[in-house]
């Protein structure tokens, strides 16, 4: 049975009168498979982003063991912040400073070297509160949903503020997503030929930070076609949503309310770092589709999570 | 049979024994599938590049088109030089300058009406000595060998200093590969929304100049994986060559030398946009495989080209 993780209701009729609606052929609204083209947010909507986003604990994490050879980090900011988990320096920082902080620790690294140590974390660290690994974060639904539209012919795609390299580590076991249709946040690099051995470097210097507008931008420029389907769950993917909704053909529009205090989370328009609001106040302006974690989602998580520390995420402080 | 626009002979051998060796399952050198990367150059790789890359008569068009309302654009550098086909300027300014005299002419406009521009521009222009559309200007057996390559579980991508739009417009028709797997040039773009419409909107400024190590540089930002195979057919493609050669396993790197008079052009040191030297005289340093058109490649174009002025091409004035 198509999608058993998602119960009955509005969002997954939507999905399933869009899929039948773009793949019957000679119909009206046929879309041929090289333009089925889906868009995923990844934190908050492929996998859980609670208490922090995953990129974070590895950016500290890195810091700590950098920390271990030159000690004077932990005395500077903003690595200060980081190490010490101080939420209120954190939150001043923003999403995109944070990334920087992460960027700035692997500075110098090749990126062969950084897709080891990235698989080496993912498969060795567990989340603080649920006590898995961080790959089994993956919501349950959502998985079956990517499957379901692989088998209809769509391409999907991760359009993420998340680190590049790192959501490319685990992509393919945990999404079936290959690494080259991963586009998130990334750092220039340097190609680099020393003793005959090619390498690429990364730098210290941002690329480029894949949130709001600027995931429209990369999508242009990693696929050159506007999508059909995009998924978010925060205000930092409403461009996406936008320019997917405003092509000329039909075209879905998703977004994951975290409104499950049982099973998740539940946060929105208090979250700091990736506030819904915006969201949820121009959906159906917007032509979006809102999911509900609650009500849409028979199940959350895999068989290996069991959430006993669910709640609110608190506002800032 | 497979390759038959190839002549028996030491390339078609290396290719078909690396394809056999990397697929040959619980071989020595088996390489899983999503890990069966190919690289190609575009311009003087899987198509014609003489006597100008396509790119630049497309450009002349369009600075042409434009003159027809703004005529002082006749009068000013570089623009004059490029609507006058002012050879020695145009060799000054180099292949990356007059990539971005093209791109000022595409400012403001949206990524769908660049797309349509193009689209009907490589439909009615003709080659000016090859008397056909530029899109039967590839070569038939490149595109022998991306189906055979497709049939082998390898995706292939192209990676090329030509705008990427410009390749976007035409690479599923004629070369059976998806937008997605264009890389090139490009120009920083805007996400707009205006009327409730979101349009990607194309800006002046250069975002990358795709060429030597931006080649391995891009490829590291849009594919994430090293390739096992790349093509190409100049010193520009050297570093993403060099890149593929000196990865763990398998890999097999091919230059294309136009040595064909008969039926091509015969150039290498003295093209100046795109010389081929430093892999002349390095190719068995760094591992690569020589092709040459004249004997390795039974057939050169598909069945409507038949090249009436081929020639040696000029070194610069």
Redesign the interface.
Known sequence: MALSSWNDGHAKLAILDFVAKVTLKGGAYFVPP?ER?AVFDNDGTLWCEQPWQVQFFFGRDRLAALAQHDPSLTQRQPFKAYLENDQRTMHALGKKGLFEVAAAAHAGMT??AFTRLARDWLTNTYHPSLGVPFTDLYYRPQIELLGYLREHGF?S?IVSGGG??LM?AFC?EVYGI?????IGS?V????D?QS???E?VKLAEL?SFDDR?EK??NI???????PILAFGNSDGDL?ML??T??GRGPSLALLLHHDDAAREYVYDRQFHLCPLSEGLDKAIEYGLTLVSMKRDWRTVFGASVSLTIPGTVPARA
């Open positions: 090289a083209i990126e062969s391409k795609f590049i390299d490319r393919e290959p690494r080259e249709r991963v990334s220039k690099t340097r190609f030929i005959g051995h090619g690429l690329n507008e429209v931008v242009g420029l990693h696929i050159g076609r506007r461009a936008r320019y909704k405003t």
